[in-house]
């Protein structure tokens, strides 16, 4: 339900406006309308809306501008984009620039209702993820506030460094206790809190005053010799560390073992200070003794809670890593090494931008920049070349002063949640491109029918042979851009069964050949040795390794560069798997363009790709449990690896129909 969630309505129809306006107040929204552009942004910043309906067509600043200034000034916006059917160019725009969904003219309420859906479920989703990386910060925040005080515990062994200055008063203290003959010569309160073991002694050797931990753990010694509480020593004269400090006038440190009141020793580490009266002579001695197995068991702890904080930061499920100013990653837990490597050293746009500079809207500088959390989507490059839609937030990690020294960074991968929403989104965007593309196709098959028409009615036989030719093409084209859509729009299985990795790979060069051999190319076929067979499905395989081939033969018509150009296909196959390689040596392609050639819509021909070829083969290829590489070199060519293991796993088969549309694109 929408609960009085803000909507802003941005479109240039008064009647629009409010029909529309009705209908989403009737649904529960909080409506706010807008005539224009420069209405509309000024209404987001003071609204702050949580969606925005947004018309694309509209004079003066039209939907996209609108659209870009809303995203920079809230990034998690959610933007619903209103277009005609004339509009798709710009709402796969739109989408490009992080809009939700869109929906088109006439509107209906049931699309309209489906894609505000789609704007609350992730706004909903990133509050969610908001509050786990609250969660973890605070549990991060109580773990550190535990090492620190663990650490402080573990610093009070070296106290008498601390208590010098004040050792006059203090002995003031004792020596008053003394005189007074107080109970059982104990020391005054203050004296009785320190953490370890406190005793002073007098220029005699003789024990006068002692803390309540030495009293419970070592005994009431008050009137002992201050030997006797030493293991091993017997008398005078013997070396301990209360008469070494007497004997010559400086303070003591040494590790000693003490004798316990149950007769068990407790080693220790014993600080002895002197304390000298007027005439400079040494009146007494004060003595601190730490227990070195409870100095152990703080360690010990301090190291479990060490450990802890590492397990929960790497157990974190996601992307973990510290920054500091000069972008270098400091830290980096198990799943961020896992995914992009070790990682701690490079910087950041190294490690998994793969960028040789930082990046335009860096997270990190905006973080010390504004001083603040900020959070973004974005797709990122693991170690393998895959791209992984992550949202990042950041947190600033300050010193004792409050200035920023490091800069954290969560990213939560949510690439499954975009492939989902991207699919649910774009096969209402297909039936809109399907028409829009077949009509330019149609308009290019009418003027290759009218050539056949004039060539017949003034029998010119080159005029009809070259309008056939236009038909002929068109007609492919049309044909190819609706089995691709077919076979994108419905979720398949695979229907594997054995076949000779030879047989397979000859088929593909009887269907490529004789067009590589139309085009003035020359093709090769390359199979290494004994292949033997592996399980896969033929026909849904054979369509992902022709749109390959196909590619490489479109880019080497493409190069002009060269006079001869050549497409090879070269099989080999190992005991788990079966490896395909194709080459060309035509244009090549940037890295820009080689990390997003397997992106929904990503074409690199322009107006003659529909974006959906290498998509859909890079489906099908991780259906059969492989996997794709990629190397080009930009106006060298290109070769794509293919690796298919040779076994499947247990997969519901294709349907009938399924395989009908699969085998229809292959041909």
Same mark, same amino acid.
């Not at 006797?228 to 590790?255: D, F, H």
């Not at 000693?256 to 009146?283: M, S, W």
């Given at each position: 339900?929408?609960?009085?969630?803000?909507?802003?309505?941005?479109?240039?129809?008064?009647?629009?406006?409010?029909?529309?306006?009705?209908?989403?107040?009737?649904?529960?929204?909080?409506?706010?309308?807008?005539?224009?552009?420069?209405?509309?942004?000024?209404?987001?910043?003071?609204?702050?809306?949580?969606?925005?309906?947004?018309?694309?067509?509209?004079?003066?600043?039209?939907?996209?501008?609108?659209?870009?200034?809303?995203?920079?000034?809230?990034?998690?916006?959610?933007?619903?984009?209103?277009?005609?059917?004339?509009?798709?160019?710009?709402?796969?725009?739109?989408?490009?620039?992080?809009?939700?969904? !869109?929906?088109?003219?006439?509107?209906?309420?049931?699309?309209?209702?489906?894609?505000?859906?789609?704007?609350?479920?992730?706004?909903?989703?990133?509050?969610?993820?908001?509050?786990?990386?609250?969660?973890?910060?605070?549990?991060?925040?109580?773990?550190?506030?535990?090492?620190?005080?663990?650490?402080?515990?573990?610093?009070?062994?070296?106290?008498?460094?601390?208590?010098?200055?004040?050792?006059?008063?203090?002995?003031?203290?004792?020596?008053?206790?003394?005189?007074?003959?107080?109970? $059982? $010569?104990?020391?005054?309160?203050?004296?009785?809190?320190?953490?370890?073991?406190?005793?002073?002694?007098?220029? &005699?050797?003789?024990?006068?005053?002692?803390?309540?931990?030495?009293?419970?753990?070592?005994?009431?010694?008050?009137?002992?010799?201050?030997?006797?509480?030493?293991?091993?020593?017997?008398?005078?004269?013997?070396?301990?560390?209360?008469?070494?400090?007497?004997?010559?006038?400086?303070?003591?440190?040494?590790?000693?073992?003490?004798?316990?009141?149950?007769?068990?020793?407790?080693?220790?580490?014993?600080?002895?200070?002197?304390?000298?009266?007027?005439?400079?002579?040494?009146?007494?001695?004060?003595?601190?003794?730490?227990?070195?197995?409870?100095?152990?068991?703080?360690?010990?702890?301090?190291?479990?809670?060490?450990?802890? &904080?590492?397990?929960?930061?790497?157990?974190?499920?996601?992307?973990?890593?510290?920054?500091?100013?000069?972008?270098?990653?400091?830290?980096?837990?198990?799943?961020?090494?896992?995914?992009?490597?070790?990682?701690?050293?490079?910087?950041? !746009?190294?490690?998994?931008?793969?960028?040789?500079?930082? @990046?335009?809207? @860096?997270?990190?500088?905006?973080?010390?920049?504004?001083?603040?959390?900020?959070?973004?989507?974005?797709?990122?490059?693991?170690?393998?070349?895959?791209?992984?839609?992550?949202?990042?937030?950041?947190?600033?990690?300050?010193?004792?002063?409050?200035?920023?020294?490091?800069?954290?960074?969560?990213?939560?991968?949510?690439?499954?949640?975009?492939?989902?929403?991207?699919?649910?989104?774009?096969?209402?965007?297909?039936?809109?491109?399907?028409?829009?593309?077949?009509?330019?196709?149609?308009?290019?098959?009418?003027?290759?029918?009218?050539?056949?028409?004039?060539?017949?009615?003034?029998?010119?036989?080159?005029?009809?042979?070259?309008?056939?030719?236009?038909?002929?093409?068109?007609?492919?084209?049309?044909?190819?851009?609706?089995?691709?859509?077919?076979?994108?729009?419905?979720?398949?299985?695979?229907?594997?069964?054995?076949?000779?990795?030879?047989?397979?790979?000859?088929?593909?060069?009887?269907?490529? $050949?004789?067009?590589?051999?139309?085009? $003035?190319?020359?093709?090769?076929?390359?199979?290494?040795?004994?292949?033997?067979?592996?399980?896969?499905?033929?026909?849904?395989?054979?369509?992902?390794?022709?749109?390959?081939?196909?590619?490489?033969?479109?880019?080497?018509?493409?190069?002009?560069?060269?006079?001869?150009?050549?497409?090879?296909?070269?099989?080999?196959?190992?005991?788990?798997?079966? &490896?395909? /390689?194709?080459?060309?040596?035509?244009?090549?392609?940037?890295?820009?363009?080689?990390?997003?050639? !397997?992106?929904?819509?990503?074409?690199?021909?322009?107006?003659?790709?529909?974006?959906?070829?290498?998509?859909?083969?890079?489906?099908?290829?991780?259906?059969?449990?492989?996997?794709?590489?990629? /190397?080009?070199?930009?106006?060298?060519?290109?070769?794509?690896?293919?690796?298919?293991?040779?076994?499947?796993?247990?997969?519901?088969?294709?349907?009938?129909?399924?395989?009908?549309?699969?085998?229809?694109?292959?041909?």
């Amino acid at each position: 339900m929408a609960m009085n969630m803000k909507l802003l309505l941005i479109d240039d129809e008064e009647g629009i406006r409010r029909m529309l306006g009705m209908s989403l107040a009737d649904l529960g929204y909080d409506v706010h309308t807008a005539a224009d552009g420069q209405e509309g942004l000024k209404l987001f910043d003071w609204l702050a809306p949580d969606i925005v309906l947004l018309d694309i067509k509209m004079p003066g600043m039209d939907g996209i501008e609108v659209l870009r200034n809303i995203k920079a000034r809230k990034i998690d916006a959610e933007v619903v984009m209103i277009s005609g059917h004339g509009d798709l160019d710009l709402a796969i725009k739109s989408l490009q620039l992080d809009a939700v969904d !869109f929906v088109t003219k006439p509107i209906r309420d049931e699309i309209l209702q489906i894609a505000l859906k789609r704007a609350r479920d992730k706004l909903s989703m990133r509050r969610e993820i908001k509050a786990n990386t609250d969660n973890l910060e605070r549990l991060v925040a109580e773990k550190s506030a535990r090492v620190v005080e663990l650490e402080r515990q573990v610093a009070v062994g070296q106290v008498v460094e601390s208590l010098t200055e004040a050792m006059s008063a203090l002995a003031g203290d004792i020596g008053n206790a003394a005189n007074a003959g107080g109970e $059982g $010569g104990q020391a005054p309160g203050p004296f009785n809190e320190i953490p370890c073991f406190v005793s002073v002694h007098n220029r &005699y050797l003789e024990i006068v005053a002692t803390n309540r931990l030495y009293r419970e753990r070592l005994g009431d010694k008050v009137g002992c010799n201050s030997w006797e509480v030493y293991s091993g020593r017997l008398g005078r004269g013997n070396g301990c560390p209360v008469w070494m400090a007497i004997e010559t006038g400086k303070g003591q440190r040494r590790r000693e073992l003490l004798v316990d009141r149950d007769g068990q020793e407790i080693p220790a580490i014993v600080h002895t200070a002197p304390i000298t009266g007027r005439d400079g002579k040494v009146e007494f001695v004060l003595e601190f003794s730490v227990d070195v197995t409870e100095v152990k068991r703080l360690q010990d702890e301090l190291r479990t809670a060490q450990q802890k &904080y590492q397990e929960i930061f790497d157990a974190s499920p996601a992307f973990i890593s510290v920054h500091g100013l000069d972008f270098r990653i400091r830290e980096a837990n198990r799943m961020f090494r896992e995914c992009f490597g070790a990682g701690v050293g490079e910087r950041c !746009f190294e490690a998994y931008k793969h960028r040789d500079r930082p @990046c335009t809207e @860096c997270l990190v500088h905006k973080t010390v920049k504004e001083g603040h959390t900020v959070e973004t989507e974005t797709v990122v490059t693991d170690r393998e070349g895959q791209p992984i839609n992550v949202l990042i937030r950041t947190s600033p990690i300050r010193d004792e002063k409050g200035d920023i020294v490091e800069v954290m960074e969560m990213a939560t991968d949510i690439t499954q949640l975009r492939q989902l929403q991207d699919h649910l989104s774009n096969l209402g965007l297909m039936i809109g491109s399907m028409s829009h593309g077949v009509k330019g196709l149609l308009t290019a098959l009418d003027g290759g029918v009218y050539k056949v028409e004039r060539g017949l009615a003034t029998n010119d036989q080159a005029k009809v042979e070259a309008g056939w030719a236009v038909v002929t093409s068109m007609v492919g084209r049309i044909k190819k851009l609706v089995l691709d859509i077919l076979y994108y729009a419905k979720s398949r299985h695979l229907n594997h069964e054995s076949v000779e990795v030879a047989s397979f790979a000859q088929s593909l060069a009887e269907i490529v $050949g004789p067009k590589a051999e139309r085009q $003035g190319l020359s093709f090769g076929l390359d199979l290494a040795g004994s292949l033997g067979a592996f399980e896969i499905d033929e026909v849904a395989l054979s369509s992902a390794m022709v749109n390959f081939l196909e590619n490489a033969m479109d880019a080497c018509t493409s190069d002009a560069a060269k006079a001869e150009h050549k497409v090879v296909l070269r099989a080999r196959a190992d005991a788990e798997a079966v &490896y395909f /390689e194709t080459n060309d040596n035509g244009i090549g392609m940037d890295r820009e363009t080689r990390e997003k050639m !397997f992106t929904l819509f990503f074409s690199s021909k322009g107006a003659k790709g529909t974006g959906l070829g290498t998509y859909i083969s890079g489906r099908i290829i991780a259906q059969h449990g492989g996997r794709v590489r990629v /190397e080009s070199t930009l106006g060298q060519g290109t070769t794509i690896h293919v690796a298919v293991p040779r076994f499947k796993a247990d997969i519901r088969p294709m349907d009938p129909a399924e395989r009908q549309i699969a085998r229809e694109a292959c041909q």
